[in-house]
């Protein structure tokens, strides 16, 4: 699944530390999120769309 | 804080002093040779038993609060089920390997070599997992 979370994190001038405290997950989860190597589980995807004031499907879209 | 050490301590000393003791009472002949060894190999795994008691909690960084949603969890997850089948697997082969050659095997051997295969298989499935995520 890919998403546009590291260009979201950029634009509120966030740490990857900041964003995983805002979060209650693990810097090394942001991390992996940010490369399109971990897909969230469904209560994380609807924190980091809520934290971002938009839609699950705006953060994320399906891979190939 | 150092109280918190010093209980630790002592629970590890007197969790292996039991341990070294009930060795030493199932076979009264050789009463403190049995008992210092199994108090001295206990002793280890018995102060991080104390550890977890009255130090985990005040030491190190706190976990995460939604800690089951994090890539590392899912990491111990996939470890662990996957050395649980690797056990399996391997616990089939030497099953079978041991009644074809005929083999008898005491059941703490083979009860030690299944808990040091299944620490080795998760804690090297753990750092592939780590690394590949590097």
């Given at each position: 699944?890919r998403?546009d979370l590291?260009e979201?994190?950029?634009g509120?001038?966030w740490?990857?530390?900041?964003?995983?405290?805002?979060?209650g997950v693990?810097r090394q989860?942001i991390?992996?999120?940010?490369?399109?190597?971990?897909?969230p589980?469904l209560p994380l995807?609807?924190?980091?769309?809520?934290?971002f004031?938009?839609?699950i499907e705006d953060?994320?879209?399906?891979?190939? | 804080m150092?109280?918190?050490?010093?209980?630790?301590a002592?629970?590890?000393?007197?969790v292996a002093?039991?341990?070294?003791?009930?060795?030493?009472?199932f076979a009264?002949?050789?009463f403190w040779?049995?008992?210092?060894v199994?108090?001295?190999?206990?002793?280890?795994?018995?102060?991080g038993?104390?550890?977890l008691?009255f130090l985990s909690?005040?030491?190190?960084?706190a976990p995460?609060p939604?800690?089951?949603?994090t890539i590392?969890?899912?990491?111990?997850?996939?470890?662990?089920?996957a050395a649980?089948?690797?056990?399996?697997?391997v616990?089939?082969?030497?099953?079978?390997?041991l009644?074809?050659?005929d083999l008898e095997?005491?059941?703490?051997t083979?009860?030690?070599?299944?808990?040091?295969?299944?620490?080795?298989?998760?804690?090297?499935?753990?750092t592939v997992?780590?690394r590949?995520?590097?």
């Amino acid at each position: 699944m890919r998403n546009d979370l590291a260009e979201r994190r950029h634009g509120r001038g966030w740490s990857q530390g900041q964003l995983a405290d805002e979060l209650g997950v693990s810097r090394q989860t942001i991390i992996s999120l940010e490369k399109g190597r971990f897909d969230p589980s469904l209560p994380l995807a609807f924190r980091i769309a809520a934290l971002f004031g938009c839609r699950i499907e705006d953060v994320f879209t399906p891979g190939d | 804080m150092v109280v918190r050490h010093v209980a630790a301590a002592v629970t590890g000393l007197l969790v292996a002093a039991a341990i070294g003791l009930a060795a030493g009472a199932f076979a009264p002949e050789e009463f403190w040779l049995r008992a210092v060894v199994f108090a001295a190999c206990t002793v280890g795994p018995a102060y991080g038993l104390g550890w977890l008691l009255f130090l985990s909690g005040v030491t190190g960084d706190a976990p995460p609060p939604h800690v089951e949603e994090t890539i590392e969890h899912q990491w111990w997850q996939r470890s662990a089920s996957a050395a649980f089948l690797d056990l399996l697997v391997v616990a089939g082969v030497g099953s079978a390997a041991l009644s074809v050659a005929d083999l008898e095997l005491a059941a703490s051997t083979a009860l030690a070599a299944v808990i040091m295969f299944a620490f080795l298989d998760v804690g090297v499935r753990l750092t592939v997992l780590r690394r590949r995520a590097a």
